[in-house]
């Protein structure tokens, strides 16, 4: 992992993100902020639009509140098997 103090240094976006190729990078503002730069990938982005978005995360609580409604014989029975 790599801390970089903002006052002391000024990298560019460019140079942080060579750095983060190869490892976690910190940045820690002056005021004690702190903020991670690190690949992802799609899915990675992905999830987080996902768990930020209020309606489908609302979606997700009220499925899973949801309770079988049939058993595993009827199901078999509409689905022919």
Known sequence: MKVIEIERASPTLEEVMKLADRELVVLRQTNGKVFAVSPVDEFDVEVELLKN????????????????????????EELGL
């Open 53 to 76: 978005n209020r309606e489908f995360m609302a979606l997700m609580e009220e499925l899973s509140q949801e309770k079988a409604t049939i058993s595993s014989r009827q199901l078999r």
